[in-house]
């Protein structure tokens, strides 16, 4: 069974840094691309971060350069380090794999960027 469990979000203030986690289990992890995306409150989803077997990574034009996503193999985890944060970067943020054409899903976790 495919799990997938967020942690680490949390309220920030502007210009601060989170890092998120996701622990999985059930799938081969080592062999699966990763992805973060997230959901504002009354906008869809959308895709932030991606990282393939190889290690290649991908990001969305909002937070190119102030994210990083990185994986660990031994462990089964991947993270979102989260950087410079704005208010526009609040949402609920999903661990994200697919396999065979089904998409998989943590349960989330909370980010909020507030003053």
């Known amino acids: 069974q495919v799990q997938l469990v967020e942690s680490g979000g949390g309220l920030m203030q502007p210009g601060g840094s989170l890092r998120l986690s996701c622990a999985t289990s059930?799938?081969?992890?080592?062999?699966?691309?990763m992805s973060w995306y997230r959901q504002a409150p009354g906008k869809e989803r959308e895709w932030v971060a991606k990282?393939?077997?190889?290690?290649?990574?991908d990001y969305s034009d909002s937070v190119k350069g102030r994210f990083t996503i990185s994986r660990d193999n031994a462990k089964n985890m991947v993270y979102l380090q989260m950087n410079s944060l704005n208010a526009e970067d609040t949402a609920v943020y999903y661990c994200?794999?697919?396999?065979?054409?089904?998409?998989?899903w943590g349960q989330g976790t909370q980010v909020t960027v507030s003053s």
């Open positions: 990282i393939d077997i190889l290690g290649s990574r």
């Open positions: 059930g799938f081969m992890f080592s062999l699966s691309t």
């Open positions: 994200n794999t697919r396999m065979r054409a089904a998409d998989y």
